[in-house]
């Protein structure tokens, strides 16, 4: 693109920061800003018409698959493209946030891919979002490593396979305060697209691969539609053959769960499969339907992948997939490594019965949280597998799901356990405090922890109040309880921030749709912490190497 064509430039509204100008050149922040006048004012529409969508289902309308559509779902003849470089074996994908640290570590895994997510698992201060897009180039490059406090040095390795990066930028919902377009903020989906599309797309192509990219949130096939339409655009802006771009679409909505084939088709030339994201989807559920007494679901932990309505949504998943000849990928082990041996052996038992489940079924790959984890998911998948790079030849024609079943939630549902209510309340709030304090994924009770794990306990605790199967005072006891014990033990953490965030998001009449909105502009982009603070923080909530505690996704390789 030529210096002279620069017409519409976005205007960076945060202080420049170490190596800031590298990625935000004129000639990256102009496309960034033709993306935002070419689709900014769809993406406004798409979010009207899913608050639209919301109330017609909160009135009462049905949900099911959507009758316009039937000659898309009943034509057995259309497929998505074939498998791209890079992405034609998947049987191990790693995820975590793009920072020094869990770049070298996820490409170093072993796994096949990895996820680099600017979504769930990074909490978007402007730092974390700028250092992720350099950390990405630099890892192409072949040039990033880190040492640590410690002493402790990270370099990719010299020999053998790295995993193929896919990038899951955020979600439509979310805005980007640090970048301005016409006088408001830009859609955060474009700005963490189009700067890697910009900088990394023709250096993937180069290096054997291409620009991979996974997308979160989405509630129906308009919204795929808008991105297929943002890749066109992105590559012929840039010179590059259409179809270069590869996206998995994350089916972790309920609307979404009645229009995967719509979905991959809208974004046929473009896709590379489905994937099922578990606590997003319930947290969908609750938010859809949680208004509703047979929608009243238990403790969480209880709500496993082999409930009927969850099987019905994954079996579903892989037969879609397979039919139309893409990839369909599992949900995510999240379990962490602890001091505890006997916790371990435990923990992982329970990762080869879900990740066997998961390949008997048919997916093709599957999701894991820590590096010490994709031996056991890669042995799983390999016995079912052996040589093949995935079995979309299983196209299971046996599996018939209605939309009944996937709403059928009444043989899991039941009242929480008092200790279900006190271990939402306690997740929520750490993980809050975490995220204000820069860190979007935090091992807990060892499990890692995300966005998505935060909103499903916020939401539970809303939905249990509304039934009134725990009452507002117990909720008030714990609340103060937990920050009580959070302050005792990270006293330089904004409890009143903490506070405020869990009531607007529990206790409120109207269930706010997102924690992350509100959150970022009322705290993150206006009340940034010190970097002594954050420092302070992380060295005390993260211990380190040794997976006790709670720690952040890249400190665990």
Known sequence: MATSALTHRVHVLASPGHRHDEILTPAALDFVGRLAAGFGERRKELLKERRRQALRLAAGSPLDFPMVTSAVRDDPTWRVAPPAPGLTDRRVEITGPPDRRMTVNALNSGARVWMADFEDATSPTWDNVIDGQL??????ERRIDFTAAGGKEYRLAERGRLATIVVRPRGWHLSEEHLEFDGEPVPAALVDFGLYFFHCAQRQIDAGHGPYFYLPKLENRYEARLWNDVFVVAQDLLGIPRGTVRATVLI???????????ILHELREHS??????????????????????DFLLPDRAKVTMTAPFMRAYTELLVRTCHRRGAHAIGGMAAQVPTRDPA?????????RLDKEREAEDGFDGSWVAHPALVPLCREVFDAVLDDRPHQIDRTRDDVEV???????????????????????????LRYFAAWLRGEGAVALNGLMEDAAT??????????????????????????????????AEYPWVDIEAVRELFERGTLSVELPQFFTPYAYTRHLVRHAPPPLLQRAFEADLLDRETGRGSHRCDDLG
Do not use: C
């Not at 972790?252 to 719509?262: C, D, H, K, L, N």
């Not at 578990?278 to 339907?289: A, G, M, N």
């Not at 309880?481 to 302050?487: I, K, R």
């Open 454 to 487: 935060a909103e499903i306990a916020r939401v539970q605790i809303w939905q249990w109040l509304r039934h009134r199967v725990v009452d507002r005072e117990t909720v008030l006891q714990l609340l103060d309880d937990e920050l009580g014990s959070l302050g």
């Open 343 to 351: 916790a371990d052996e435990a923990a992982s038992a329970t990762v």
């Open 272 to 293: 590379s499969g489905l994937n099922a994201g578990r606590w997003d989807y319930l947290f969908s559920l609750i938010k859809t339907f949680g208004h509703r007494t």
């Open 402 to 428: 209605t939309a009944a079943d996937l709403l059928s939630t009444r043989r899991v549902g039941g009242p929480p356990t008092p200790e279900g209510v006190r271990t939402n309340i306690a997740v929520a």
């Open 135 to 140: 950390n990405l180039l630099d890892a192409i």
């Open 252 to 262: 972790e909505t309920i609307t979404a769960a009645v229009q995967m084939e719509e």
